[in-house]
T-cell receptor, first 112, second 116 residues
Framework: TQLLEQSPQFLSIQEGENLTVYCNSS?????LQWYRQEPGEGPVLLVT?????EVKKLKRLTFQFGDARKDSSLHITAAQTGDTGLYLC????????????FGTGTRLQVTL | GAGVSQTPSNKVTEKGKYVELRCDPI?????LYWYRQSLGQGPEFLIY????????DSGLPNDRFFAVRPEGSVSTLKIQRTERGDSAVYLC??????????????FGEGSRLTVL
């Protein structure tokens, strides 16, 4: 059983469309990060959220941490082909300072 | 080098053989992580080092897996008696601080292991 479930698992959209990726858990997290991974490469950090209800924006990407710190979402506005990749949420549970647990992943494909 | 370096990038071996995967972290990073990733899935935590010691090895699947970091820099993941189910990409990451302190993990490109 995965601690962090992401949905959808796969998303194929056209350039210019908006989308939201969800990261859900029944457990509380001290902090949550979002990474993007391209084929043949390691994940690259996009953002870290630490406060319940926190919203962060990174250009066309908006990240939200749930009030109860059990879930998060990533919203992309006007997707571009360069947004294609595997999006991963990852969290740290209270009391497990070292262990960053990754979600199941959402593969996004943006076409012209 | 500027980033995390992993070797080999690709390893094909036969069932039952012994394999070593190497990770050279970013200079000065005291924290080092090993993850395993299957195709299209999120990385699965294996082990974490703070300096030379394995601070958390709770993700190692069984006693065939072992990792060392003798001088607090380069780390080697060792897999004995490999099985087909061990086939995956093994990712190494390093960090200046603990993940709990929102330390960013910098990942290498991974070592793809295929067990025939």
């Amino acid at each position: 059983t995965q601690l962090l479930e992401q949905s959808p698992q796969f998303l194929s959209i056209q350039e210019g469309e908006n989308l939201t990726v969800y990261c859900n858990s029944s457990s509380v997290f001290s902090s949550l990060q979002w990474y993007r991974q391209e084929p043949g490469e390691g994940p690259v950090l996009l953002v870290t959220v630490v406060t319940g209800g926190e919203v962060k924006k990174l250009k066309r990407l908006t990240f939200q941490f749930g009030d109860a710190r059990k879930d998060s979402s990533l919203h992309i506005t006007a997707a571009q082909t360069g947004d294609t990749g595997l999006y991963l949420c990852a969290g740290v549970r209270p009391g497990t300072a070292s262990k960053l647990t990754f979600g199941t992943g959402t593969r996004l494909q943006v076409t012209l | 080098g500027a980033g995390v370096s992993q070797t080999p990038s690709n390893k094909v071996t036969e069932k039952g053989k012994y394999v070593e995967l190497r990770c050279d972290p970013i200079s000065g990073h005291t924290a080092l992580y090993w993850y395993r990733q299957s195709l299209g899935q999120g990385p699965e935590f294996l082990i974490y080092f703070q300096g030379t010691g394995a601070a958390d090895d709770s993700g190692l699947p069984n006693d065939r897996f072992f990792a060392v970091r003798p001088e607090g820099s380069v780390s080697t993941l060792k897999i004995q008696r490999t099985e087909r189910g061990d086939s995956a990409v093994y990712l190494c990451a390093s960090s200046l601080g603990l993940a709990a302190n929102t330390g960013e993990l910098f990942f290498g490109e991974g070592s793809r292991l295929t067990v025939l």
